[in-house]
């Protein structure tokens, strides 16, 4: 069945860039009725929508967010990757990888998540 | 976009049955009726427990049920079990395009 799995540095430093890559096994990232999208969790805090992409390279970006992010798909590796520039502790979060049905909104597959932690 | 209000934590006693309330405006909750849940229990992964207010994916828990009234969206969990306590958050498309959750309620079992 189909498996989503995060990978990529735990640990950023202020100002830097957080990349993280999710790669999608089990099934195709080209199907045509899924988004991929990613999501985060700041430690005992809420969810938050991140932004979303289509295998076509179509965008979808938190307003909040969109200055500092961009998102990218690899269907060659079944991957697609996120990007978050000029980091600040308040980015320190659970990120999470999930397949983003859009005809009914839902995330219904999510990846495991990974802490990555903005510091010195 | 704000995140939609859910409080922050509801109990009930084993059998009983509990709401979570999800608030939001006309132009998430109030405007659209792709409303979902989400079960996540500490350090794992988010799960999909309703989508579009009161659609089960299958598998769910038909004691898992869901409503919608004006801008708040309420998720509904009967006959309670320990193995229910867990975070539960809401989801709504907005207005925008975008994306917005709630932020979180506990459920405790007592």
């Known amino acids: 069945q189909l498996q989503l799995q995060e990978s990529g540095p735990g640990l950023v430093k202020p100002s830097e860039t957080l990349s993280l890559t999710c790669t999608v096994s089990?099934?195709?990232?080209?199907?045509?009725?899924?988004?991929w999208g990613w999501i985060r969790q700041p430690p005992g805090k809420g969810l938050e929508w991140i932004g979303s992409i289509y295998y076509s390279g179509n965008t979808y970006y938190n307003p909040s967010l969109k200055s500092r992010l961009s998102l990218s798909v690899d269907t060659s590796k079944n991957q697609f990757s996120l990007k978050l520039i000029s980091v600040t502790a308040a980015d320190t979060a659970v990120y999470y990888c999930a397949r983003h049905v859009f005809n009914g909104g839902v995330f219904d597959l999510w990846g495991q998540g990974t802490l990555v932690t903005v510091s010195s | 976009q704000s995140a939609l209000t859910q409080p922050a934590s509801v109990s009930g006693s084993p059998g009983q049955s509990i709401t979570v309330s999800c608030t939001g405006t006309?132009?998430?909750?109030?405007?659209?009726?792709?409303v979902s849940w989400y079960q996540q229990f500490p350090g794992k992964a988010p799960k999909l427990i309703l989508y579009e207010v009161t659609n089960r994916p299958s598998g769910v828990s038909d004691r898992f049920s869901g409503s919608k009234s004006g801008n708040t969206a309420s998720l509904t969990i009967s006959g309670l079990q320990a193995d229910d306590e867990a975070y539960y958050s809401c989801s709504s498309y907005t207005t925008i395009g975008t994306w917005v959750f709630g932020g979180g309620t506990k459920l405790t079992v007592l």
């Open positions: 006309s132009s998430d909750v109030g405007g659209y009726n792709f």
């Open positions: 089990g099934g195709s990232i080209t199907n045509a009725t899924d988004h």
